[in-house]
């Protein structure tokens, strides 16, 4: 089983420029998350989605984040414009249904904004 | 909603000694506890959790944490920690019902000195 794929792993980019992560989840899972991590806020959600559907992005930090997730297996997450206080790692994580659950965690991607 | 409160940002112990990483959580609704584990470079890993039952749960590293719901607490413990074992440690809540996201604390980074 190859988990929950991210790309790319680093990202580095300029002010004002787009970014676009990927995520891939687990085959079979109908629930995926992003979340942020950083060193003030430390692990926050941005958004999640089940079978498709974005249930909760009350965690997008404004209109420059955008997320989609055209079918089960891909997930993307845009920042147009971006800015130097949007670097962070960025997780996606998928899950499948039943409360207990668990997420399982992508290996992030590495974001830089200049 | 939910809060949880990593009481120590960081924990230096000698190889081979007793280590707990210190977790409380706030919530007005019953959830689930969740204890993650993320290497340098790394996304997060599930250690262990507690769904329902035994208070007590364990890992297959030799971790285990016992969930206090009077106090509010779910410490991790491991009697004896490895070099391996140094790593960023996160507890996380989420409700207990439905396929829920997590908020995680601010994070325990443990070293192992030998």
């Known amino acids: 089983d190859a988990g929950v794929i991210q790309s790319p792993r680093h990202e580095v980019t300029e002010m004002g420029q787009e970014v676009t992560l990927r995520c891939k989840p687990i085959?079979?899972?109908?629930?995926l998350f992003w979340y942020r991590q950083t060193m003030m806020r430390g692990l926050e959600l941005l958004i999640y989605?089940?079978?498709?559907?974005?249930?909760?992005d009350s965690g997008m930090p404004e209109d420059r984040f955008s997320a989609k997730m055209p079918n089960a297996s891909f997930s993307t997450l845009k920042i147009q414009p971006s800015e130097p206080r949007d670097s962070a790692v960025y997780f996606c994580?998928?899950?499948?249904?039943?409360?207990?659950?668990?997420?399982?965690f992508g290996p992030g991607t590495r974001l830089t904004v200049l | 909603a939910q809060s949880v409160t990593q009481l120590d940002s960081q924990v230096p112990v000698f190889e081979e000694a007793p280590v707990e990483l210190r977790c409380n959580y706030s919530?007005?609704?019953?959830?689930?506890l969740f204890w993650y584990v993320q290497y340098p470079n790394q996304g997060l890993q599930l250690l262990l959790k507690?769904?329902?039952?035994?208070?007590l749960v364990e890992s297959i590293n030799g971790f285990e944490a016992e969930f206090n719901k009077s106090q509010t607490s779910f410490h991790l413990r491991k009697p004896s920690v490895h070099i391996s074992d140094t790593a960023e440690y996160f507890c996380?809540?989420?409700?207990?019902?439905?396929?829920?996201?997590?908020?995680f604390g601010k994070g325990t980074r443990l070293s192992v000195i030998a």
């Open positions: 919530s007005s609704v019953s959830v689930y």
């Open positions: 085959s079979g899972h109908d629930y």
């Open positions: 989605f089940n079978n498709n559907v974005p249930i909760d």
């Open positions: 994580a998928s899950s499948s249904s039943g409360s207990g659950n668990e997420q399982f």
């Open positions: 507690y769904l329902s039952g035994s208070t």
């Open positions: 996380a809540v989420r409700r207990n019902s439905g396929n829920t996201p997590l908020v």
